[in-house]
């Protein structure tokens, strides 16, 4: 019996939407083997099998780009299993940027999932997405639906991971009101000028962490612009195969966002790290490609500036643990610390908080499992890497995990109740904006 | 038996999940730290524990398909290349660590368990596992055995078969034995010494008992800075001539350095051709006196800066940066090969000439960074032409004349990376014929069909790199689409 014949799974004809080539990518030319980005990398953790792993990947995309391997369900399947924490790139000796690799290769692919999966996708990241109106009307039917039950009730006649999703949802407190000023001034003497990006989700989720952003860049002296034009930053799109659509967005931002600005800013770490790959993805845009590297070259995490603008730089001083204090650990976004090596900013911030003591996690830059929407696409994988999360915090003891990044925050929320660790989850724009206050 | 019958007799034993088939599951498992051969086994098992590999060992014989053991696939001479196909055994599901007994000092861990998880954990109890290969964030305890591996540390306290008490062994028939045990002087032959380094060609190791060491009281690293390799080599005789032994002594030329700059902030020069780290241990009082010396012999052949490490920070990340530069190499070319030489350490600058003159010779870029102290050279050589291409034998032939000097020079043409595929048609130039066939008698005594690993080690005859030209692997069903 012919074993490749076997070996991969609804490859009958006629079911094939996607039959693209695998482009050369020339990134995948720095990894030279060495493997040790293996066990960095979480989904490796879980299953040691090579596929699983970077260099495994980059070794099928590798072959495919060589006309060694051919596409199939099956590679597409290793392809999306990857988190897309970036770790490996932490951890690689050649600074391999797998990210770039995985966008590449994805954008190849098309979104993963099965056929009903994919068309869904599609239609969320091509037509939601972009669509700051569509998003909001969203919202409106999510806190219908968690208002009446309704939601409940409707999942049920859902498929799984449509369930997971809503189960996932963080219930919405307050519909956005009136829509915020486009300029906000300093408060006191004006340091500098910001535009701030609202993101997606966190401004759906979580509209008071974004608040509370504003607010203290104000303190800060800053005077923030909330430019009306802007839409979701594309990491999503990025991430799951849609790279022209994520153009198009980077597009309507750089045109939004007017120049001159000291900084473009964001509390969430997903979209500050795709913000500042808009150099990279229009890189081949003769007509954007300047506007966008100097884009990407202002992004600033909310923590970065504000570390940067604090009059004496805090200083974390965690070993003196107070009697009174609450105890807290940080959670580095992976986007934040692998995908924009921001991890000291954010440890002095929470660490110059009066009453808080700050113990790490080990080790604190391992995903939380959230990855965009992975967290609904590959559940039982995401929970896998979520339970050494949440064991990581359990043993901190802390009362408090600090994670700066809507996903991350939606998903250690999940992962507190699904393995019963007492630990409340927050960002830590609130945090400081509470003790500022 | 065909391979499709082999599958379904191994998923039976160790369950569907972990017999892999499929195209894209097997090219992976091509190759493992090395990048100029590639073969993909026929089938990939990931047994849980020691009786699934005596099965699959069994089964795999039976069915007449050679057994390839692996690791992590850190390996850098293609030891775990499946080159004639059959059943690649990867051992990296099998992470228990058994039992740690801080009293004998010593662990039973089983073959998958990283060498540096084995260290973390035992960081609270002031033991640690000695060998310390660049690659031990990924590689394997069994990997560490199998190549004998060493590490900057050797120095001091010896290579992986120094460590290894107690072997639990699959044979080539499927039986488990075990070879010496929990305490330090097994009686009979030194069988675990005889399986370390034997590349599984004799056994699979499945778990190991290992002894411990105690961390010393008090530890310090220093980076000293040299205009030249000349230099710095000569800096590293005359430390060991003065009888200072410290308990690692490394050299990383100025190429590694760059390399290595370019994605860590270690504290290595930019602008410099050579730097020596060099790590003493011992009680605190001796500290200041070692370090004083150290510096003065530095000093006194010409380091241009010496500095030690202030905190235990600084320390690792100056490892960090030496471990590293293997990694970093992609920053340099497309593809490496990494030599593993060890000449009398008298012989050191005389060699690195030869290393020198042997890449302006064929025109090989070469970076280098090694284990000074007991003589382990790592020449590095960089290209960026395809293996398939003519200009390889350019590689091969520089590789050829360094390991011809080093052989000249009464040295080894491997000292911690094993032999593999890349070194087997050069061991004739160290051992005689007789020599050798002392050797296969050993093998065939273990695996007298010649099922375990075939045809490593050993001279085969044929050119080092012919599975370099590798075909695209065979997917005959016609897939060409994502799902």
């Keep these: 019996m012919d074993l490749a014949r076997r070996a991969v799974p609804g490859g009958a004809a006629g079911r094939s939407r996607s039959t693209a080539a695998m482009p050369t990518i020339p990134e995948v030319d720095r990894c030279v083997h060495c493997g040790l980005c293996l066990n960095q990398c979480p989904t490796y953790r879980v299953t040691r099998v090579e596929t699983e792993s970077p260099r495994g990947r980059i070794h099928l995309v590798r072959s495919m780009a060589e006309g060694r391997l051919s596409p199939s369900g099956s590679v597409a399947g290793h392809l999306y299993l990857c988190l897309g924490c970036r770790a490996c790139e932490t951890a690689c000796p050649s600074g391999v940027e797998y990210g770039r690799i995985a966008e590449s290769?994805?954008?190849?692919?098309?979104?993963?999932?099965?056929?009903?999966?994919?068309?869904?996708?599609?239609?969320?990241?091509?037509?939601?997405?972009?669509?700051?109106?569509?998003?909001?009307?969203?919202?409106?039917?999510?806190?219908?639906?968690?208002?009446?039950?309704?939601?409940?009730?409707?999942?049920r006649l859902l498929p799984r991971s449509l369930r997971r999703g809503i189960e996932l949802l963080p219930r919405i407190g307050a519909l956005p009101?009136?829509?915020?000023?486009?300029?906000?001034?300093?408060?006191?003497?004006?340091?500098?000028?910001?535009?701030f990006h609202t993101g997606c989700a966190m401004d759906l989720f979580f509209s008071d962490v974004n608040d509370a952003t504003i607010r203290l860049l104000r303190r800060s002296g800053c005077e923030v612009h909330i430019p009306r034009g802007q839409v979701c930053c594309g990491a999503l799109n990025m991430h799951n195969g849609e790279l022209a659509s994520a153009r198009r967005m980077a597009r309507r931002n750089i045109d939004a966002f007017p120049e001159g600005m000291d900084a473009v800013v964001t509390s969430a770490a997903g979209c500050g790290a795709a913000l500042k790959e808009y150099g990279h993805l229009l890189a081949g845009d003769p007509a954007y490609r300047e506007r966008a590297g100097s884009f990407s070259g202002r992004v600033r995490d909310a923590t970065e500036l504000l570390f940067a603008m604090s009059a004496s730089p805090p200083t974390a001083t965690p070993s003196t643990e107070q009697r009174e204090a609450v105890v807290v650990t940080y959670s580095d976004p992976c986007h934040l610390a692998h995908g924009q090596g921001v991890r000291a900013e954010p440890r002095a911030l929470l660490g110059a908080i009066p009453g808080v003591t700050v113990r790490e996690m080990d080790p604190p830059d391992r995903c939380c499992g959230s990855a965009g929407i992975y967290n609904l696409l590959e559940p039982e994988m995401a929970d896998e890497v979520l339970r050494e999360k949440m064991e990581a915090v359990r043993a901190t003891g802390a009362a408090v995990v600090v994670a700066p990044n809507p996903g991350c925050m939606i998903q250690l929320r999940y992962g507190a109740a699904r393995y019963g660790v007492p630990v409340a989850v927050r960002h830590l724009m609130e945090m400081l904006d509470e003790a500022r206050a | 038996?065909?391979?499709?019958?082999?599958?379904?007799?191994?998923?039976?034993?160790?369950?569907?999940?972990?017999?892999?088939?499929?195209?894209?599951?097997?090219?992976?498992?091509?190759?493992?730290?090395?990048?100029?051969?590639?073969?993909?086994?026929?089938?990939?098992?990931?047994?849980?524990?020691?009786?699934?590999?005596?099965?699959?060992?069994?089964?795999?014989?039976?069915?007449?398909?050679?057994?390839?053991?692996?690791?992590?696939?850190?390996?850098?001479?293609?030891?775990?290349?499946?080159?004639?196909?059959?059943?690649?055994?990867?051992l990296t599901r099998m992470t228990r660590v058994i039992e740690i007994d801080t009293a004998s000092r010593t662990a039973h861990v089983e073959a998958g368990v990283v060498n540096a998880e084995l260290t973390a954990l035992l960081a609270p109890t002031g033991l640690f596992f000695a060998p310390d290969p660049g690659s031990q964030v990924a590689a394997t305890i069994g990997g560490n055995i199998a190549n004998n591996a060493g590490g900057p540390h050797c120095l001091a306290y010896g290579v992986t078969s120094n460590h290894v008490l107690g072997l639990e062994v699959v044979l080539a028939d499927g039986t488990v034995v075990w070879m010496g045990g929990g305490a330090w002087d097994a009686p009979g032959y030194d069988l675990p010494g005889i399986l370390s380094g034997s590349e599984g060609t004799l056994g699979i190791v499945t778990s190991a008992i290992v002894r411990l060491m105690v961390k010393r009281e008090a530890v310090r690293t220093l980076l000293a800075v040299f205009d030249t390799m000349e230099a710095a080599c000569e800096a590293t005789s005359a430390v060991i001539a003065a009888g200072v032994v410290p308990e690692a002594l490394e050299i990383i030329d100025g190429m590694a350095m760059r390399a290595v700059n370019a994605t860590l902030q270690v504290g290595f020069p930019e602008d410099a051709e050579a730097a020596l780290i060099v790590e003493v241990e011992g009680l605190e009082e001796s500290m200041p006196v070692l370090v004083a010396r150290l510096e003065e012999i530095c000093g006194a052949h010409g380091a241009r800066r010496i500095q030690t490490a202030r905190t235990g920070g600084e320390r690792l990340s100056l490892w960090k940066g030496r471990k590293h530069a293997g990694g970093a190499l992609g920053k340099l070319g497309r593809h490496t090969i990494m030599l593993d030489l060890c000449v009398p350490r008298s012989r050191l600058v005389e060699m690195m000439q030869k290393v020198t003159a042997a890449g302006e010779r064929w025109g090989v870029r070469i970076a280098n960074f090694f284990h000074a102290g007991d003589g382990n050279l790592h020449p590095n050589l960089i290209f960026d032409f395809d293996p398939e291409s003519e200009e390889f034998g350019r590689v091969v032939s520089t590789t050829e004349e360094v390991m011809r000097a080093c052989v000249e020079m009464g040295g080894t043409i491997t000292g911690e990376h094993g032999i593999g595929l890349e070194k087997r048609e050069y061991l004739g130039w160290m051992y005689s014929e007789t020599d050798l066939a002392a050797m296969r008698r050993v093998k065939s005594a273990f695996d007298p069909a010649g099922s375990l690993n075939p045809e490593k080690i050993f001279p085969m005859g044929r050119a080092v790199h012919t599975s370099a030209k590798s075909p695209p692997i065979a997917d005959q069903s016609g897939e060409t689409a994502w799902t």
Excluded: C, W
């Design chain 1, 105 to 155: 290769a994805r954008d190849a692919i098309g979104p993963p999932g099965g056929l009903f999966s994919r068309a869904v996708l599609r239609v969320v990241l091509r037509h939601l997405m972009p669509h700051p109106g569509r998003l909001r009307l969203t919202a409106r039917l999510i806190h219908f639906g968690q208002r009446t039950g309704l939601s409940q009730a409707l999942s």
């Design chain 1, 177 to 195: 009101g009136e829509p915020r000023a486009e300029v906000l001034p300093a408060l006191g003497e004006r340091r500098a000028r910001v535009a």
């Design chain 2, 1 to 90: 038996m065909n391979v499709s019958a082999l599958a379904r007799r191994l998923r039976k034993t160790v369950g569907d999940r972990h017999v892999l088939h499929r195209p894209d599951d097997l090219i992976v498992y091509e190759q493992d730290g090395i990048m100029v051969n590639k073969r993909p086994p026929d089938l990939v098992v990931l047994p849980a524990t020691t009786q699934q590999v005596s099965d699959v060992v069994r089964i795999a014989r039976e069915a007449g398909f050679p057994v390839v053991a692996r690791g992590a696939g850190t390996g850098l001479t293609g030891g775990a290349i499946a080159e004639r196909g059959g059943v690649l055994v990867a």
